[in-house]
């Protein structure tokens, strides 16, 4: 069974604040022209999308160096117990099934804070965000895609990105306003699928396998 990860794409849906608005609009139609087109205009980091390097860190590697392969593969879930809004977490308030987070993790981490069910309202712009030394720990147990719910690892509205640049700032990749989480195993394979723009990210069709 396939499970969507992904946030639809759909005309004024949230986004980061300052980044551009989603527009999804006619262009042409069934009457006049014989076909449905739509006209879309988005930001590259609209909805459910993948971060490259180039978006934090000058001269970083853009999309248009990123394989499937590293966004594609076995993944951990790890879950934030009830957490207030606007707070910090750290690696010993994550669970891995129930327990620790084990001491050496695969490439991919999802991190389950259960804000997705927030998208799209102002309560979204206050999530839980991790601590940079979580990042630090977790980078150094293997992680090097980091997959959050929120809208971003960091703290939204901030005026640093601590966690983009220890991931970005490695050469690693985030994955944004991932969904779907609630029912998924502590491990589980994963793809995050994006298009295939040349940029500093895209949106991305997350499928858990």
Do not use: K
């Amino acid at each position: 069974m396939l499970r969507d990860l992904s946030h639809p794409i759909r005309d004024g849906m949230m986004v980061y604040p300052g980044d551009p608005s989603v527009s999804v609009r006619p262009a042409l139609s069934l009457e006049a022209d014989g076909v449905e087109v739509a006209r879309i205009d988005m930001g590259s980091h609209t909805g459910t999308h993948v971060d490259a390097p180039a978006h934090t860190v000058a001269g970083g590697r853009t999309m248009a160096s990123v394989s499937l392969d590293e966004l594609v593969g076995e993944a951990v879930v790890l879950r934030l117990g009830s957490a207030a809004a606007g707070s910090s977490y750290g690696v010993g308030e994550l669970t891995l099934d129930g327990g620790a987070v084990p001491d050496e993790l695969p490439r991919i981490v999802i991190v389950d804070t259960g804000w997705a069910q927030w998208f799209g309202s102002e309560r979204a712009l206050q999530h839980p965000f991790m601590s940079a030394s979580a990042a630090r720990e977790l980078w150094a147990r293997g992680m090097r895609v980091l997959a959050v719910d929120t809208l971003s690892p960091d703290e939204t509205g901030g005026s640093a990105f601590p966690i983009h640049d220890v991931v970005l700032g490695g050469d690693g990749l985030i994955v944004e306003n991932v969904c779907g989480l609630e029912e998924l195993p502590g491990r589980v394979e994963v793809g995050f699928f994006p298009l295939r723009l040349e940029g500093d990210g895209a949106p991305v069709r997350g499928v858990a396998f």
